[in-house]
């Protein structure tokens, strides 16, 4: 695909892409536009498993490739680290989401608490710990994204626990947004993105 730059206007700014899982992931579609307008991209891969399918897109932009594991301690905070020690931070995509099989395809009343908790973790606090980790490298003001989808706010046949998952995640972006706000005297504003299919 051709990552030429159409429209430079992110030409000097960083973008940290998180979630991208192959050619076919919303991140990845993120990235790849931030790249067309100029930005220096960083991505971020699974685990070992999952960095075959996203190291040739990485190469494809020319992105810095990190690994992570937003349930393994210490990682978020190791990618924060490396972005702290290459200046600052522009652009944040929180693109990932996670419940235990057995608990996504159940109904949400027969949702366990461990899936519960778990869905919670990666979909939504990761998203709180990031902006904590990330408002700071946001010298200049910043935007943070985080994807969400209309089952957060209405019921959809299927899409269970995540439905309220979803919903903590948005207000967890709204009190995040307000936050950030009301603590720096450059906002960084949060904006949610809804994905088509969840």
Known sequence: MNTETVYPILSGKRALVVGV???????????????????????????????????????????????LDVTQPGQLEAVFAELAGQGSLDILV??????????????????????????MDVSCHSFIRMAKLAAPLMRDGGSMFAMSYHGADK??????????????????????????????????????RRTPGG
Not at 28 to 42: D, S
Not at 94 to 119: E, M, N, R, T, V
Request: glycine fraction near 6%; aromatic fraction near 10%; proline fraction near 7%.
């Open 21 to 67: 899982a192959n050619e076919h992931s919303i991140a990845w579609g993120c990235a790849l536009a931030f790249r067309k307008l100029g930005a220096e991209v960083v991505l971020t891969y699974l685990n070992e498993k999952a960095r075959p399918h996203v190291a040739p897109l990485a190469e494809q932009i020319d992105a810095r490739l990190l690994p």
């Open 155 to 192: 019921v959809v046949p299927n899409y269970n626990v995540m439905g309220p998952v979803k919903a903590a995640l948005e207000a967890a972006r709204r009190w995040a947004n307000w936050w950030t706000s009301s603590m720096s005297a450059i906002p960084a504003p949060i904006w949610r």
């Open 94 to 119: 929180h693109s990932i989401a996670f419940a235990p099989k057995a608990d996504l395809q159940g109904g949400l009343l027969d949702c366990s608490l461990d899936g519960f908790l778990q869905a």
